[in-house]
């Protein structure tokens, strides 16, 4: 005779071959529901984005017109905001104070030589992170941009003084067709 014998009635078994067996089904129902509840609800979603004045399906009338009604509003949304950030710019634009650049101009008619004078740049705005700028100038005559000149640079200066003259030699008669062009530039 054994030492150790443990003794399970048949009716013990059957009792937890039935609950295991029913949890199993239970859990089996359980994901069956939710693949049917899922499959259910995107046929609905494709219904609802398909029909079309009652029909089911796809009516290219309709769907033309939904599309145009959809550009139209697309379209009056885009305009708006394009005038407001026009308008928005344009205030912008109005703020915007790069200071002023003091100037001469004389011409000399016997050598034919215009003189231009760089004098002296006020409250050019702060362009270097320690608040100042290093501000030169660059000149030029269009329509060619043959012959430019350059200032020298000042350094952490906002107010600068230039004193500096550059001579282009043109004749008068075509004074009167060339653009004197001044653009201030931070160096660095």
């Known amino acids: 005779m054994p030492l150790y014998s443990r003794a ?3 009716g013990a078994v059957v009792s ?5 067996v029913t949890f199993g089904l ?3 129902l359980w994901f069956c529901k939710r693949c049917v509840l899922r499959k259910r609800r995107s046929k609905k979603d494709t219904k609802k984005m398909s029909m079309a004045g009652g029909k089911l399906g796809a009516d290219l009338k309709t769907a033309a017109f939904l599309g145009e009604a959809t550009k139209n509003k697309d379209l009056i949304a885009l305009k708006t905001d394009m005038e407001e950030n026009e308008a928005q710019q344009a205030d912008e634009k109005e ?5 002023k650049l003091h100037f001469s101009l004389d011409y000399d008619f016997q050598k034919g030589e215009l003189t231009v004078g760089v004098l002296e740049a006020v409250d050019l705005p702060a362009m270097d992170m320690c608040g100042t700028s290093d501000p ?16 020298k640079v000042h350094r952490k200066i906002l107010n600068p003084v230039f004193n500096e003259t550059f001579v282009f030699k043109i004749p008068y ?4 067709s060339k653009t004197l062009v001044l653009m201030v530039y931070d160096f660095d």
């Open 16 to 20: 937890l071959s039935i609950i295991g």
């Open 95 to 99: 703020k915007v104070y790069a200071g």
């Open 173 to 176: 008669a075509e004074v009167a």
């Open 26 to 28: 239970l859990l089996l």
């Open 136 to 151: 030169y100038v660059k000149l030029y005559l269009l329509p060619n941009k043959k012959r430019k000149f350059e200032t």
């Open 8 to 10: 399970v009635s048949y």
